[in-house]
């Protein structure tokens, strides 16, 4: 009697109804924009409307209503913000799938770790969502734009992101929990994509605006921001973002455009590459010895060269070496004259495989990196062709 | 009941001390050992596994003596009534707090990952229930289940590792000992204050109760130099897939990393299942300290019944709940208690205790010895 007691009292115990929540009373974030004007957070979180995205049923609230809810509040800490929310939102924050995180420009400038401890110490987030900077206008904004091609505007943001690190190299997809993992680590600084708003936010964010061809208000990438010390202190162009990955070997594939003859372009796509940097002292100075291999393709060749001869393929892949060396060198030259902020790892490199010479110049390392010097090897390889055998104006000029 | 049930083999004795033994990494001595040795952690693994063969030892030599014994009446037949008894107290003032810790530890973690809003004791209270019907059912039923855990705990590790060699990156081990080797050796004796103390539970069992009693000091070393490795490779894992820096920012490094296993672009989130890893090691660790303290109490009350016996248990593990709701009240004050209370209350009492069992056994040898030749 007392053993089936037991077992029946334990049975009541294990059912999982202890303080549980039903999804419906839930408001599931995917996104959060953070702000910091006159010393308090401004949060904006950006609410996946289930009514919309489950198909309840109920078909009239479904085709009135966004996809997207956005509350927007402000208070001291970024936890009393979310809570403050539910003053407004019908449903409390759940924060457990936030995909992507968006920081003002002002934000990470006063620095990255004003606002990390509540996003890492908090047991509901995952720590792993990406992080943008929004360069110029008001974060929150970002976040209502709505997207033709995507219901959760979020959704296409991490896309564009994850898109344009695959296939264009000007970006690196940079996880909290990375930049953290990097603001930690000895010797090296932190980047995070940057994107900008283009077009009229206001006119986006209304439901109408996605049913107009043209979008109204987007949301572009640019390339990456560059940190010191927690703090934003700068950004980089296309090419500088895109040199700075070549030489991190974070690119998956590029298109990496050359002048072929005076007028002409042509193109290679980089497929694979590998990175080798090493760290040499001469003369009690570093100098670092970067050796980039890889094979491009053939994507476009505009100009006229012979591609079916061993010199017509050199003719490419040396303006294709050189042309990779200069965006790897000038956004090295640009950090450096323009930022001094060690983006690249020099001085961990240092500090993991020559630990002695890095306590020697530990304390002068920021005037040193400024100086430094480098070397750099590249050497691709022409791996395929494409459908063509010659270039177009190639052929035309042999016949 | 628990009594009809006493004999196990020298795989499940060594299996409990190997599960038992690698208790507390997770969420405790992971913490303090990334605190104290960073990259050089692994390092600090590998001396703490050669200096605790030391300790390990003379745990044998404590378990080989007497055989029909459990530690309890060897120190009551070796010091006599009032400094046995003195000596046995102590003993298992460390147990209650290796209990008690291990308690704290599970419900910390299910509380901090899983269950926010479940109050701590309604969970401590489901976690012991398995415990204590474990340890009425007696001894074999706990070596059985070490056995049977033992096959999952072994698959479990194995997958995770396999599934994050593709996130290593060995660059983060260095640089190696940049700091000398002090902090190194501190960490790994320290370290071990976390390891041997589970390992000393084992001496409750009486040689005589293994079947194959001889395999014993093979089997035990060969668990504790695994049990050593797994943490070995564990912290490897976590220091080079994340870095020691963000490691050493986390309460449970090794379920953050898990959280890195991706396979086929589908299989996640696996770190919620293969946390049981570290659950199998509390409960088996739980479960002996609550053997030895029952067998603590039938010894010192006489208690034959085995209602009596049953009640005994409950109450032990009642009095566990309350000490751990009463001095582990919040995460930061067990932390501080692990960090600053533990090692020395536990691991050096431990340390000194069994030191002085040996001792004392080797000199009693030695006048036996004198004795027979003259």
């Known amino acids: 009697m007392i053993k089936k007691l037991v077992i029946f009292l334990t049975l009541l115990l294990v059912t999982g109804c202890w303080d549980y929540r039903e999804l419906n009373d839930l408001a599931i974030v995917g996104s959060l924009s953070i702000d910091i004007v006159d010393d308090e957070f401004v949060i904006a979180a950006q609410i996946m409307n289930a009514k919309k995205e489950g198909g309840s049923g109920n078909s009239s609230s479904g085709s009135t209503s966004t996809p997207i809810v956005v509350y927007k509040f402000s208070a001291n800490t970024i936890s009393n913000t979310l809570r403050k929310m539910t003053t407004e939102s019908p449903r409390k924050l759940y924060i457990g799938h936030i995909a992507m995180v968006l920081i003002s420009e002002n934000a990470a400038k006063i620095g990255f770790k004003e606002i990390s401890d509540f996003l890492l110490r908090d047991h509901e987030s995952r720590k792993q969502f990406k992080v943008l900077i929004i360069k110029d206008n008001p974060v929150d904004q970002a976040l209502s734009i709505l997207d033709h091609l995507e219901t959760l505007t979020i959704q296409a943001t991490l896309n564009s992101l994850n898109n344009a690190s695959s296939y264009y190299g000007n970006v690196t997809p940079i996880g909290f929990d990375e930049f953290i993992a990097l603001g930690f680590s000895k010797g090296i600084e932190g980047i995070i994509p940057y994107a900008i708003l283009e077009g009229d936010p206001k006119e986006g964010e209304k439901k109408e605006s996605t049913e107009i061809t043209i979008p109204q208000a987007k949301i572009i990438l640019k390339g990456l921001s560059v940190f010191k010390d927690d703090k934003l202190i700068g950004f980089l162009d296309d090419n500088d973002s895109i040199g700075f990955n070549f030489l991190m070997g974070n690119l998956k594939s590029a298109m990496i455009p050359f002048k072929c003859d005076e007028k002409n372009y042509a193109t290679t796509e980089i497929i694979n590459y590998k990175t080798d940097m090493k760290i040499e002292i001469k003369n009690d100075l570093p100098v670092v010895k970067i050796k980039v291999t890889g094979e491009a393709n053939q994507a476009e060749i505009n100009c006229n060269v012979d591609m079916e001869v061993i010199e017509g393929r050199d003719f490419i892949m040396n303006l294709m070496n050189e042309e990779i060396k200069r965006l790897m060198s000038n956004s090295i030259d640009n950090v450096k004259e323009n930022f001094g902020s060690d983006i690249f790892g020099f001085e961990r490199y240092l500090y993991r495989h020559n630990y002695k010479y890095w306590k020697k110049v530990e304390k002068k390392w920021d005037e040193l990196f400024k100086k430094i010097e480098y070397e750099i090897d590249v050497n691709f390889m022409l791996a395929k062709k494409g459908s063509t055998l010659d270039s177009i104006k190639g052929v035309n000029n042999g016949e | ?374």
């Open chain 2, 1 to 374: 009941m628990g009594s009809k049930n006493n004999k196990i083999s020298a795989f499940q004795f060594a299996v409990i001390g190997f599960l038992s033994g690698a208790s507390l990494f997770e969420g405790v001595a992971s913490v303090f050992l990334l605190e104290s040795s960073m990259q050089n952690s692994w390092i600090t693994v590998i001396i703490a596994l050669i200096v605790g063969l030391l300790p390990i030892g003379l745990i044998l030599y404590v378990i080989n003596y007497e055989p029909e014994k459990n530690i309890i009446e060897k120190i009551n037949h070796l010091f006599g009534p009032i400094i046995g008894n003195i000596m046995n107290v102590i003993l298992i003032g460390v147990t209650f707090v290796i209990l008690i810790t291990n308690l704290w530890s599970l419900v910390n973690f299910a509380e901090v990952k899983y269950l926010t809003e479940t109050p701590a004791t309604v969970i401590a209270i489901l976690f012991m229930a398995t415990v204590v019907y474990s340890t009425i059912k007696g001894i074999e039923t706990i070596a059985r289940s070490s056995e049977v855990l033992l096959y999952l705990f072994i698959i479990f590790q194995i997958f995770v590792t396999f599934a994050l060699i593709g996130n290593l990156e060995i660059d983060n081990l260095f640089p190696i000992m940049e700091n000398g080797i002090s902090p190194i050796l501190n960490g790994s004796f320290k370290f071990l204050t976390y390891v041997i103390p589970s390992f000393m539970l084992l001496t409750i069992i009486p040689k005589s109760m293994v079947e194959d009693n001889k395999k014993i000091t093979k089997y035990v070393i060969n668990g504790y130099v695994i049990s050593m490795l797994v943490m070995l490779l564990s912290i490897f894992v976590v220091v080079s897939v994340v870095g020691p820096n963000l490691a050493d920012l986390y309460r449970f490094p090794s379920y953050y990393v898990m959280k890195k296993i991706h396979l086929t672009g589908f299989v996640e989130n696996l770190e919620n299942i293969l946390s049981i890893l570290w659950i199998i090691n509390m409960y088996i660790c739980m479960s002996i300290s609550l053997h030895y303290i029952s067998t603590y109490l039938n010894n010192v009350f006489k208690i034959k019944s085995d209602l009596k016996r049953v009640i005994s248990i409950i109450a032990i593990a009642a009095i566990a709940i309350y000490l751990k709701d009463k001095y582990y009240y919040s995460s930061v004050v067990g932390i501080l208690i692990v960090r600053n209370i533990y090692p020395y209350i536990v691991g050096v009492a431990t340390l000194i205790i069994i030191s002085i069992i040996s001792i004392k056994i080797f000199f009693n040898k030695k006048s036996k010895e004198i004795q027979n030749q003259s």
